[in-house]
């Protein structure tokens, strides 16, 4: 699924590979070909339609994983000599690069505002024991959630 939507919409994709050397998901030996034979040996079991149907899951599973494998990824052992904190250090530091990260200016209260939310404070602290209800409504985007955090 993960590369249908890199196929279809352009996501990044950045593999990890974890204590597990991406030769090994390529060629899918070892742990992976006893995985893959296991569920072969499952789908054995079946018969006609569904049998068809998961073998041809199978190997859209084994397509996947080799294209994985030969996206540029990070290794930990080629990528930080398997220190696990400097790993995610480098990965979160790669995924940040590729974010296209949009910085708002938001001014602390906004033209209007203040006035409005002197009164909403001045309520809140009345010091009275009675229990009260306040609703802050409006039409979408124009500061209702951060607005309530400069009351409070």
């Known amino acids: 699924m ?4 890199r196929s279809t919409f352009g996501h990044v994709v950045l593999p990890v590979f974890y204590d597990v050397d991406p030769s090994l998901v390529r060629k899918q030996s070892r742990y992976f070909e006893e995985a893959f034979t296991r569920h072969e040996g499952k789908v054995e079991a079946k018969s006609g339609e569904t049998r068809k149907e998961w073998m041809s899951k199978v190997e859209e599973w084994r397509a996947a ?29 790669v995924v940040g690069d590729k974010l296209s990260r949009t910085i708002l200016d938001i001014t602390p209260c906004a033209i209007g505002i203040p006035s409005r939310a002197r009164k909403i404070q001045f ?11 306040a ?5 979408g985007g124009i500061g209702k959630t951060t607005q309530s955090f400069y009351i409070i």
């Open 123 to 133: 309520w809140l602290e009345d010091g009275s024991d009675d229990v009260g209800e």
């Open 135 to 139: 609703a802050i409504c409006g039409m």
């Open 65 to 93: 994983l080799r294209e994985v494998a030969d996206l540029a990824g990070m290794n930990l052992q080629n990528r930080a000599d398997g220190h696990e904190l400097r790993f995610i250090r480098k990965i979160i530091k």
């Open 2 to 5: 993960i590369l249908r939507r």
